[in-house]
């Protein structure tokens, strides 16, 4: 039987537009600053804290204080029990996000001279720091793309939903964030065009390597634009270490086999639980929170935006408490770069366990003398072990504040050659491979992909 097809020129073309990072066909690299800046003034955006009854649509229900929206759209925000035997925390409950809807992260390709671009959009997120960031050509929920809230249509919808206009480059379903969302999905899609598309004035025609090149930039590239670049295959040469020719640590076997052991070993209870009551959680009329301030809080937001599909409404945020700090550790073994990924279990991912990043967690929630695995040696290490640091927001449509300090360092002799059971060294193009195959890395280390493939 035949395997699959393939564009057999698709690394090269992705090789030639990574090569292309001073300017792409719409503007140089370093105009971008003033595009985007251009487009935050073009419209008005405000986002201000509010106390949950001055939400719109939203209320708790009063059998299971779960906040919900009156068109029984969107997300819920529910509670949330855990009892495992993994790791050194047997029990615990939570709120979480429960959005059944799976969203579509859309990007647009297209050939200019020759060389790939990507259809980029500014586009505003009321939890995101700096509010406007690059997203994908399409980044909407199906509540959104179906106009829920009876706003404007989604640009660009009809090359993604329906009969495909273009060439499919990749489509994949992944997991969000674990600890925050509850079994979330959303599918992450590249098309290539051969149509003339004329780009809105808040989108722009961008190379990888102009995205490679603003990867490199703190809070300038979403997390849905980040982990859809992650799934486009490797161009040669990505991240930033000569092939020696050596051979990877474990075959695809061995590494499927050793996440499966850990998928399949420990017991896991998860079930979902009213969010009024939740022990060390409490109410008050401006947000849901913890009793002792860890981990994060629930909040609600007002929000105008003049270039989103609805220019005002309002909504709950989760608001995480303290920076995270998000790293993968590598090293060259027989001349092949490897990455040291973690069987990392979240009670809100679709199968529990997927491949984490060597390092994931934010500091402040972990005494001093319990930090994780290597977090210590991640922390400390000299500007020559540094081969990437940036921060990034998480996904700013669910979260406020949510940054993370994203790492790629270069291990050292502290660095165990055996690491504990949970965690294993994957060559690039191995963990390349396992998130086209959907719901195998979470969306942390698939951030760390793309930014790792940045490095030239």
């Excluded at 090789?15 to 985007?36: C, I, K, N, P």
């Excluded at 949330?80 to 799976?102: D, F, K, N």
């Excluded at 540094?386 to 940054?403: K, T």
């Amino acid at each position: 039987m035949p395997g699959p097809r393939t564009d057999p020129g698709l690394r090269e073309r992705l090789a030639a537009s990574a090569a292309r990072r001073d300017a792409g066909v719409q503007l140089r690299t370093e105009e971008f600053s003033a595009w985007l800046a251009e487009r935050g003034q073009a419209h008005r955006f405000v986002v201000a804290r509010v106390p949950f009854a001055a939400l719109d649509g939203w209320d708790f229900a009063p059998e299971t204080g779960n906040l919900h929206h009156r068109s029984g759209r969107f997300f819920t925000v529910e509670g949330l029990s855990v009892r495992t035997t993994a790791g050194p925390v047997a029990s615990w409950q939570q709120p979480i996000i429960r959005q059944h809807e799976v969203g579509v992260l859309g990007i647009l390709m297209k050939e200019f001279d020759g060389v790939p671009h990507f259809l980029m959009q500014a586009k505003m997120e009321p939890g995101n720091p700096n509010l406007l960031q690059i997203s994908p050509t399409v980044q909407a929920t199906r509540s959104n793309y179906t106009r829920v809230h009876g706003g404007a249509a989604v640009r660009y919808l009809e090359y993604f939903m329906g009969p495909r206009r273009g060439r499919t480059v990749c489509d994949v379903l992944q997991s969000e964030h674990g600890s925050w969302f509850y079994r979330k999905n959303n599918r992450n899609v590249i098309v290539e065009t051969t149509e003339d598309v004329p780009a809105h004035e808040d989108f722009c025609w961008l190379t990888l390597g102009q995205l490679y090149e603003l990867l490199g930039r703190d809070n300038t590239v979403n997390m849905d634009s980040r982990t859809v670049l992650s799934a486009l295959p490797l161009p040669d040469g990505a991240g930033g270490a000569p092939d020696g020719g050596g051979e990877a640590l474990l075959t695809d076997a061995e590494i499927q086999g050793w996440l499966t052991s850990h998928r399949s070993e420990h017991a896991w209870h998860i079930e979902r639980v009213p969010l009024l009551g939740l022990p060390d959680w409490y109410r008050t009329d401006d947000e849901v929170a913890r009793h002792d301030g860890r981990f994060f809080r629930l909040v609600a937001v007002s929000v105008r935006a003049g270039s989103r599909e609805v220019a005002r409404w309002s909504q709950p945020l989760l608001e995480p408490v303290g920076m995270g700090v998000t790293a993968f550790v590598v090293r060259d073994i027989g001349g092949v770069r490897h990455v040291l990924v973690q069987a990392k279990a979240e009670g809100g991912l679709p199968g529990v366990v997927e491949l984490g990043p060597t390092v994931q967690c934010v500091p402040d929630n972990h005494p001093a003398d319990r930090w994780p695995f290597l977090l210590d040696h991640v922390l400390s290490a000299g500007p020559a072990r540094v081969l990437y640091s940036a921060v990034h927001a998480e996904e700013g449509g669910r979260f406020r504040n949510a940054e993370s300090r994203y790492l790629v360092v270069e291990a050292d002799d502290r660095v165990p050659a055996r690491p504990p059971a949970e965690y294993a060294w994957l060559t690039v193009p191995q963990l390349s491979d396992m998130v086209r195959q959907g719901r195998q890395v979470n969306v942390q280390a698939r951030t760390l992909l793309a930014c790792l493939a940045s490095l030239a």
